[in-house]
């Protein structure tokens, strides 16, 4: 879990943009997957965020791993200060969950 260990390291200006993590296309795919987004609600007991978006966007995706199944969790935030809407997909198979990580970052599903 390296990169969770970095992501809650105090950076310098330098490394923070150095450790910019993948943005999301601002501009889905014109064919882009519709996913169904949840409100928030605790799955499992000890979620873990494995992988996560850049936090210099207003939307955060996160790709989070509890009780044997994964979904991806979208942090959605009006402006930079404002508390995040947070919505969930529902948890799925590490694979599925996988392809579906890979195809929020193309904006292949949204
Ligand atoms: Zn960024």
Known sequence: M???VMHQTMLSATEG???HGPHVPAHAHPRAERLRWQPYTAHVDRARELRWTCACRLVMYFL???GGRAWVRC???R???AQPEVT???PMLYPDAGRLWERILLGRAR
Do not use: F, M
């Open 2 to 4: 390296a990169a969770a």
């Open 17 to 19: 943009y150095a450790d």
């Open 64 to 66: 989070v791993v509890g």
């Open 79 to 81: 402006h930079v200060l």
């Open 75 to 77: 942090e959605r935030r």
């Open 88 to 90: 969930e997909t529902e």
